[in-house]
């Protein structure tokens, strides 16, 4: 008997519990939120990435909706239900991110909505690896041997045998940079070889 008393007594307390909390809450519900584009440990290679967003708040008073990477702001939004942002992957380091939606009501109720994303930048021949041509090499190649010249040095490094993307480490163009050609071991940074090697290993590809 004394137990059902307890009982009863534990039951009333949590169902005025309860109804105290929602009055105090005035009844506001919290947003929804998502990232609809990129997916959790989705995989993105550099350029331009358009993250797509959605949220709802059930009574229509979104005070904020704002995207962070890697905990600081990246992009404020300022209207719509459904939100794009182009997010430039130039600054981006390769590897692992965060990114987190963040909504908040007029209420001061908020959604989040978080995904892991891996960045992986791939090396362009046109851009990356014919900048170190143009910055380090054509100076004695434009008239000597004027392989690496920008338009012909893709054609030229590939019919002339220069690269070896089955076994990357014994193109005739790495072994040529990591011997000091033209002179000094240091002609060209670690950063710059490990750049031709990374253009090479990914299928040296002409993009
Ligand atoms: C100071 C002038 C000079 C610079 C700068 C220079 N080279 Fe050379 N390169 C030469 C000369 C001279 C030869 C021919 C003799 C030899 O093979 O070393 C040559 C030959 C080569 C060859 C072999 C060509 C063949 O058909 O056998 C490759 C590959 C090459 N260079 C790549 C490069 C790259 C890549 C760079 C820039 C990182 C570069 N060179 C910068 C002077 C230069």
């Known amino acids: 008997m004394k137990q059902l008393t307890l009982i009863g007594l534990v039951i009333s307390l949590l169902i005025t519990g309860c109804a105290k909390e929602d009055d105090i809450d005035d009844k506001n519900e919290a947003p929804s939120c998502n990232i609809l584009t990129p997916t959790d440990n989705q995989l993105i290679e550099s350029g331009m990435y ?20 890697d905990g600081l702001v990246l992009h404020e939004f300022s209207s719509g239900l459904e939100l794009h942002y182009t997010w430039d992957l130039a600054d981006v380091e390769s590897g692992w991110h965060t990114l987190k939606f963040i909504v908040s009501d007029n ?20 851009i990356d690896i014919q900048a170190i041509f143009d910055l380090k090499c054509v100076a004695c190649h434009v008239n000597l041997n004027p392989i690496l010249l920008n338009t012909v040095s893709y054609d030229n490094l590939m019919n002339g045998g220069y690269i070896n993307v089955d076994n990357p480490e014994q193109s005739v163009l790495y072994q040529k940079v990591i011997s000091g050609h033209p002179g000094g071991s240091s002609y060209l940074s670690a950063e710059e070889i490990a750049l031709l090697l990374k253009w090479i290993v990914y299928g040296a590809l002409d993009n």
């Open 50 to 69: 358009t993250i797509s967003c959605s949220f709802d708040d059930p009574e229509g008073n979104v005070a904020s909706a704002t995207l962070m990477l």
């Open 107 to 126: 209420g001061g109720k908020s959604c989040i909505s978080e995904i892991e994303v891996i960045v992986e930048k791939s090396v362009r021949f046109s």
